[in-house]
């Protein structure tokens, strides 16, 4: 299973299926990778997978510059301090429902970072990503109690009430908030995402002023 951010900012916490009209801001460079007009999740090139060497490889596929990597179709992003945002990704067959799959589909980290600076951090161990928040992980196991895979919203990656519906391109979504604190400007976020500690991890940036 592999994944990617599709929406920055979605008007539908804990959604059950993708409508592009809901969505007000993409991720650095979707205009690219034609990530709001192709069909949700087909990644067309833009998944971005930490391979080999994780701590030197860059976390975002496209190097930033505000002026090229959105568009009028493609946006970016406007926060306030205090909201809920809502992203949303496409599960890829990778949800632990014991409707229609099996209950131990791993879930291991997610987290938002915000990068102090105006420069993309070098790698995941930069010093320059600051946790905006823990995702938590989805229930999932071999012993788990079947009811906590079917019970929604959830934490963690693993947010698609109508994953069995279409488990390959079902939406899922994750909720995070905006520190009360946090300095406005326009900032960079990063989503990271380890499925199984045996994977690299899958990341994913995107700019936002706040």
């Known amino acids: 299973a592999h994944s990617w951010i599709v929406c920055t900012d979605y008007l539908e916490n804990n959604g059950w299926y993708w409508d592009q009209a809901k969505c007000r801001a993409w991720p650095r460079s979707a205009h690219r990778h034609d990530i709001r007009f192709g069909t949700f999740g087909v990644h067309r090139g833009f998944m971005n997978k930490l391979d080999n060497h994780p701590e030197e490889t860059a976390l975002c596929q496209h190097q930033r510059n505000d002026d090229t990597e ?3 179709e493609t946006p970016m992003a406007a926060y306030y301090l205090g909201q809920t945002v809502s992203l949303t990704h496409p599960t890829n067959n990778h949800v632990a429902d014991a409707r229609c799959k ?4 791993i879930d291991t980290e997610n987290l938002i970072f915000v990068v102090d600076g105006d420069e993309d951090p070098c790698c995941i161990d930069s010093t320059k990503l600051i946790v905006v928040q823990d995702l938590g992980i989805s229930p999932f196991g071999r012993d788990i ?6 019970t929604y919203p959830k934490p963690g990656f693993q947010n698609a ?4 519906e279409d488990p390959e391109d079902a939406m899922a979504t994750y909720n995070f908030t905006i520190p009360t604190d946090m300095k406005p400007g326009r900032h960079t976020f990063v989503w990271k995402w380890i499925r199984d500690p045996a994977v690299n991890p899958f990341t994913a940036c995107w700019e936002a002023n706040v």
């Open 102 to 105: 099996g209950t131990n589909i």
């Open 70 to 72: 959105y568009t009028a």
């Open 161 to 164: 009430p109508q994953f069995c």
């Open 145 to 150: 109690d079947p009811v906590l895979t079917t």
